[in-house]
């Protein structure tokens, strides 16, 4: 092994928070989020310029540090290089709405568009489940269409209110929090708790919901903030034994 854990997030420049955020992109490829070279990322600018959105026609799985364009919240490139995704508006408008978030998600993971496409609600019917307990995930159902204008951006942002995840109706999904270890594990945890619960559906047996306020007190409970950097460093390391094999850019393990 070849990490070092000062490698990641302790220093929050923005080219190293970047670097930490394009990991996060190869992280989520690897834990299903990967569509060809659609989904992306962005990060809250610190100093208020707008936001760090990857770049397109990029895998999930190709994106470093460079990989970024600065938007201004109209959706002007002040900085960077390369397409802006047309999605653009999702990212500005959710932030606008959430001074709490800084670090949007965006995919078309599988299981979690499986179970957007019906009518269940995402439950914290396992650990991962529970990420999600205290405010549910809502699910966008204005459109299937990609959200490409601000009207429909301000939209996915009202309806997502106080949750860390929404769902796209036959679309994809958004995810966020507060820094990229918190949009991280929203993202692969949508994406378990999604595939647990299509198991659960499938079993044909009857599925009781646990208990709201046990599941809430729970997700505290597993998920202190040490517990997510540890599990963001088991991430890391997943990725790099990856990359050492089969370099930047795996789509596949
Ligand atoms: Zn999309």
């Known amino acids: 092994m070849t990490y070092t854990p000062a490698r990641y997030h302790e220093d929050e420049s923005i080219a190293n928070t970047l670097d930490d955020v394009a990991r996060a992109h190869r992280i989520l490829e690897l834990e299903g989020h990967g569509d060809m070279s659609m989904g992306h990322l962005s990060y809250r600018d610190p100093f208020g310029r707008g936001l760090w959105l990857k770049r397109g026609n990029l895998a999930l799985s190709e994106v ?94 009202k309806q997502l209110g106080d949750a860390e995840a929404i769902l796209l109706r036959n679309h994809g999904v958004a995810f966020v929090g507060d820094n990229v270890i918190e949009a991280t594990l929203a993202g692969i945890f949508l994406e378990w708790a999604s595939r647990f619960q299509l198991d659960l559906l499938q079993a044909g047996v009857s599925y009781p919901l646990p208990d709201h306020d046990e599941t809430v007190e729970k997700k505290r409970r597993i998920y202190p903030p040490k517990a997510q950097r540890n599990y963001w460093m088991y991430f890391n390391r997943k990725l790099e034994r990856v990359e050492q094999l089969q370099g930047i850019g795996i789509a596949q393990v």
Do not use: C
């Open 64 to 157: 470093v540090g460079d990989d970024f364009i600065l938007i201004d919240f109209d959706g002007n490139v002040l900085e960077g290089t390369g397409l802006r995704h047309l999605e653009w508006p999702l990212h500005a408008e959710i932030m606008l709405a959430r001074p709490d978030v800084n670090v949007v998600g965006h995919s078309h993971s599988h299981y979690a568009t499986v179970l957007g496409a019906t009518d269940q609600e995402l439950g914290p019917y396992n650990n991962h489940g529970v990420w999600f307990a205290e405010h549910g995930v809502p699910r966008f159902s204005d459109t299937s269409h990609i959200v490409t204008t601000v009207e429909l951006g301000k939209e996915v942002a």
